[in-house]
C-alpha cells in the first residue's frame, strides 16, 4: 500500500526496486531504485533498449519471487513488432540475477538489436532521502573497466573499496562508453523464423567489509533462483508444505482463525517477513537470521522494530526472538561514547554497515540513540522465557545464557537511563542524531497539545510502562530462572515505585488521560497521542484507568475507521500526512490490541483489529509501516502514506499480533 509503480525483489538483506519492465533509473528521495546491499545502492542504472529505442511494456512486472515483464520494441498496427522479449529477474543474496529470451513474431529472420545501460553509483542510502544532507567525499575515485563477459564497476575512499560486477551469457559483442558513468553493452542477436533467442545476465554486488560471495549454482536462471527462495520461504511461512516455523521440526504455523481475511494477513505478514530477515550475528561469532527493519530505508538490524516484530510472532515463530535477543546482546554497548550515545548495558537503536558510518559522518554505525529498546529486550527475553512447552525451556535456557547481558541492562535503566536520576526513563535530543528516542522519533512529534516541544530531559510515557513491564518481568526470570530472590525484591519495589510515581505525574485529570510526556521541569506535554494505548500493554495502569483510556482511544478523534491515529484529530500539531502526529500505525495498533484485550476491553479491541484486517485485504493483505490519518468519512479506501515503507517488519507482524489479541 504505496504510491509508487515499483516492483520489488527482496532477500536475506538485497533487495532490488525495479521500475514495470524491469529498468533501473537512478531515482533519488522518496522512491528510489536501485540494487541495494549493506546500506549502498550497487546498481543504480539498468536501462533496456531494443533496437535503439525504450521498449513498450506490454505486461509490467507484477509481485512475486520473480519481477516477470513481456516487452517489444516500437511497432503499430500495420506494422507490428517483430519480435516480443520476455524479461525475468529475482535477487539472490548479493545479486540480481536476469534472463531475457526474445521470440520472433515473423516467419522469416530478422536481427534484434538489444543494449543493457549500466552504472552504480554506490550511493549511501542517507544520501538518496531527500533530506536536503550533502555529504563530503574527499578523494572517492570511481571506476569503470570492460570485460569479455561484461563490466566492473568500483568505488574507493581511502580504505573502503566496493565493487559491482555485470557478467552476461552469451557476452556482450561490446561494452561502449556513454559519455557519462554509465557503459552500455549490445548485442546483435539473430532469429531465425518463429525462433528465439536468449540472453543471461548477473549483477553482483560486492560491498566494503563483506564476505566474497558463495559460488552460484542456480545456472543464471531467475526461476531457479526464485524457487529456491521460494522453498526457503514456505518454510517459514508455512505456505506450500512448508512447516512454518523457521526451523524445520514440522510444528506448523497455527494462524488459522476462522477469519479468512485476519488468516490471509498473517499467511502474507509471513512471507514478508520471510523477505526481510538479515544476517546478523551473536555473542560467539554464530550467524543468524534477524529481522531486519523495513524497505527501502531500514533493512538492517535495528533494536525496537526487530524486538516487537519478534515479539508480536513469538507464539507462532519463536525462532525469531532468539536471534534477535542473541544478535542484540552481541552489540549491547559496553563503555561510554558520547558520539554514539553508547553507555555500558544499553541495547543497541540500529547497526548500519555503510560508507557515511564507516567514515563516521553519521553516527549510525552502532547508533544507541533509542529510550525504549534496553526496556523492550527484557520484555522480550522474559516473554519467551514464559512461552509453553518447548519454546518456553527454551526461553528460560537462552535467559540463563544470557543473565549477565540482562542484569546490565537493567543497571542501565537504573543509572545511564535516569531511573535513579529522574525515577523515570528519559533522553535529551542529539545533535547530529535523532532529536527524540521513543518511537515516535521524528521532530516535533513528542509535543504539547499548542504544538510545544519539552526542554531538557525528556520522559515519554509509553517508556515508562515498557520500564514497570521490563522490572516486573526480570524479577520474575530472577526468582524463577536465576535463583536470585532479593534482586527479584529489589525490582518488584522499584516496578511497584515507578506505577504509583507515574499515577500522580502523568495523568491529566481535566482530559481524563495521561500526558504524552514530561519535560526536565517536571511540565506535561498534554497532547493526546496513541502512545497512552501501550500503557495498556505494559499493565501500568490501575483497572478503572486504563478502561477509560482505552475507551477514550476508540473515539472519533482517534479512530479513524482504519485504526487509531497517532494523535487525537482536532488538536493543533495534528497533520494526517505527518510521520508521526496523526497518521495511522499497524504496529501501535497492534500493540494497543493487545492492551485493549489485557483490561477485558475485548469489543474494542476486535473494532481495532478490524479495521486494520479491511485495510489490509484492500491491498493485498499486505499492511504498510504507516498509513496517512484521513477516516472513512473522507475517503472510501485507505489512503497511503507516501514515504512508507513496504513491506515492513512490524507490520508484517500486526496481523500475528492481532491474532493473539483476539484468542
Excluded at 558463495?214 to 517459514?236: H, Q, Y
Excluded at 500526558?515 to 493526546?528: C, E, F, H, I, K
Aim: glycine share 12%; net charge negative; charged share 20%.
Amino acid at each position: 500500500m504505496n504510491a509508487t509503480d515499483q516492483r520489488l525483489l527482496v532477500h536475506d538483506g538485497t533487495f532490488a526496486l525495479l521500475g514495470p519492465g524491469g529498468d533501473i533509473t537512478g531515482a533519488r528521495g522518496t522512491a528510489p531504485d536501485g540494487l541495494f546491499l549493506r546500506d549502498a545502492r550497487h546498481l543504480s542504472r539498468w536501462q533496456l533498449t531494443l533496437d535503439g529505442g525504450a521498449p513498450t511494456v506490454l505486461v509490467p512486472a507484477g509481485t512475486g519471487a520473480v519481477a516477470a515483464s513481456v516487452l517489444t520494441p516500437h511497432g503499430t498496427r500495420e506494422e507490428p513488432p517483430a519480435y516480443t522479449v520476455f524479461r525475468e529477474q529475482a535477487v539472490a543474496a548479493g545479486a540480481l540475477v536476469e534472463r531475457i529470451r526474445l521470440t520472433s513474431n515473423l516467419g522469416e529472420p530478422v536481427t534484434a538489436r538489444l543494449a543493457i545501460t549500466a552504472d552504480a553509483d554506490f550511493a549511501d542510502q542517507f544520501e538518496l532521502r531527500s533530506d536536503h544532507r550533502w555529504y563530503e567525499k574527499p578523494h572517492a575515485v570511481r571506476t569503470r573497466q570492460a570485460h569479455p563477459d561484461g563490466v566492473e564497476f568500483g568505488y574507493r575512499r581511502g580504505e573502503w573499496h566496493s565493487r559491482t560486477t555485470v557478467a552476461a551469457d552469451p557476452e556482450p559483442e561490446a561494452v561502449e562508453l556513454t559519455g557519462g558513468p554509465a557503459r552500455q553493452l549490445c548485442w546483435q542477436l539473430d532469429l531465425a523464423p518463429h525462433g528465439t533467442a536468449e540472453l543471461k545476465l548477473r549483477v553482483t554486488a560486492l560491498p566494503h567489509g563483506a564476505p566474497e560471495p558463495a559460488a552460484s549454482d542456480d545456472g543464471g536462471d531467475p526461476a531457479a533462483v526464485a524457487a529456491r527462495l521460494s522453498a526457503d520461504v514456505a518454510d517459514f511461512a508455512g505456505t506450500s508444505g512448508g512447516t512454518g516455523n523457521g526451523t524445520g521440526d514440522g510444528t506448523g504455523d497455527g494462524t488459522v482463525t476462522g477469519w479468512t481475511d485476519l488468516d490471509r494477513a498473517c499467511e502474507q505478514g509471513l512471507v514478508d517477513l520471510a523477505g526481510l530477515r538479515v544476517t546478523a550475528y551473536g555473542p560467539d561469532g554464530e550467524a543468524l537470521r534477524v529481522p531486519g527493519a523495513g524497505v527501502p530505508w531500514f533493512l538492517t538490524l535495528f533494536g525496537r522494530d526487530s524486538l516487537l516484530t519478534s515479539l508480536f510472532a513469538l507464539p507462532y515463530r519463536p525462532a525469531l526472538a532468539e536471534a534477535t535477543l542473541l544478535a542484540l546482546s552481541a552489540v549491547q554497548a559496553r563503555d561510554e561514547d558520547p558520539a554514539r550515545l553508547a553507555q555500558p548495558g544499553k541495547i543497541v537503536h540500529e547497526v548500519r554497515h555503510g560508507e557515511l558510518a564507516f567514515f563516521e559522518q553519521v553516527p549510525y554505525g552502532r547508533y544507541y540513540g533509542s529510550v525504549d529498546v534496553t526496556p523492550l529486550y527484557l520484555v522480550l527475553l522474559s516473554a519467551y522465557a514464559r512461552e509453553p512447552g518447548d519454546t518456553g525451556e527454551s526461553g528460560r535456557a537462552l535467559a540463563r545464557r544470557l543473565e549477565g547481558q540482562a542484569r546490565a541492562a537493567v543497571e542501565w535503566m537504573f543509572t545511564y537511563g535516569g531511573l535513579d536520576a529522574h525515577g523515570y526513563l528519559a533522553y535529551q535530543a542529539h545533535e547530529g542524531g535523532l532529536a527524540n528516542q521513543n518511537w515516535k522519533d521524528s521532530p516535533g512529534a513528542v509535543c504539547a497539545a499548542d504544538g510545544r516541544r519539552p526542554e531538557g530531559a525528556v520522559m515519554v510515557a509509553e517508556v515508562q510502562g515498557y520500564a514497570y513491564d521490563a522490572l516486573r518481568r526480570t524479577a520474575s526470570l530472577a526468582r524463577e530462572v536465576w535463583d536470585d530472590a532479593a534482586y527479584a525484591d529489589r525490582l518488584d519495589r522499584a516496578a511497584g515505585a515507578l506505577r504509583e510515581r507515574f499515577a500522580a505525574d502523568f495523568w491529566l485529570p481535566e482530559r481524563r488521560f495521561p500526558a504524552l510526556a514530561l519535560d526536565g521541569s517536571g511540565r506535561r506535554a498534554d497532547a493526546l497521542a496513541s502512545d497512552a494505548g501501550h500503557l495498556l500493554w505494559s499493565g501500568i495502569l490501575d483497572q478503572d484507568t486504563g478502561e477509560t483510556v482505552g475507551r477514550r482511544l476508540l473515539e472519533p478523534d482517534f479512530f479513524s475507521g482504519w485504526g487509531i491515529r497517532t494523535l487525537a484529530a482536532g488538536q493543533m500539531p495534528y497533520h494526517p500526512l505527518s510521520y508521526h502526529r496523526g497518521s495511522i500505525w499497524p504496529h501501535d495498533n497492534a500493540l494497543i490490541t493487545l492492551g485493549l484485550a489485557r483490561y477485558g476491553l475485548h469489543k474494542e479491541a476486535r473494532t481495532v483489529a478490524h479495521g486494520l484486517i479491511e485495510a489490509a485485504s484492500r491491498h493485498g493483505y499486505r499492511l504498510p509501516e504507516v498509513l496517512a490519518g484521513y477516516g472513512r468519512d473522507d475517503h472510501p479506501d485507505p489512503v497511503p502514506y507516501p514515504h512508507a515503507c513496504s513491506p515492513q517488519a512490524w507490520a508484517a507482524a500486526t496481523p500475528l499480533a492481532l491474532r493473539t489479541a483476539l484468542r
